[in-house]
């Protein structure tokens, strides 16, 4: 078949498949750290109880790495991208967002390492 009828007949069907939806995702992984950054600049760590502050800024940062994974899914719903790159993309941000944690879990205290090391 000719490109020009798989196109009819994807705009016959309302399929309109594009290779950049996912590419959304990105934005939730500049916002995912933002929250606790904030709240680790604002709030003083030698309280050990809990922070209201700190925990809004966990609250809010869960709540941007599940819409990073609800995204693609909502997209392959809708037949904007295909599932097998809704598939890439949840491994994707799986490996994504656990390098962000893992950098914040090392990085994160102030125990031992420090920038000046690095």
Request: proline letters at 4%; hydrophobic letters at 45%.
């Given at each position: 078949?000719?490109?020009v ?7 016959r ?6 290779q950049y ?6 934005f939730?992984?500049i ?8 709240a680790?600049?604002?709030v003083?760590d030698?309280?050990a ?6 925990e ?8 941007i790495v599940?819409s ?7 997209f ?25 944690l893992?950098?914040?879990l ?5 125990d031992?390492?420090s920038?000046?090391q690095?």
């Open positions: 078949r000719s490109s009828s798989r196109q009819r007949d994807a705009q069907h309302g399929r309109h498949q594009s939806w996912p590419l959304f995702v990105l939730f992984y916002l995912s750290p933002i929250p606790y950054c904030i680790r600049r604002l003083d030698t309280d109880t809990s922070n209201a502050c700190k809004l800024a966990v609250f809010l940062t869960t709540g599940v990073a994974f609800g995204l693609p899914i909502v392959a719903r809708a037949e904007l991208i295909y599932w097998g790159a809704c598939a890439l993309v949840l491994t994707g941000n799986t490996v994504i967002f656990a390098t962000i893992g950098f914040f090392v990085f994160g205290s102030n031992d390492f920038w000046q690095w």
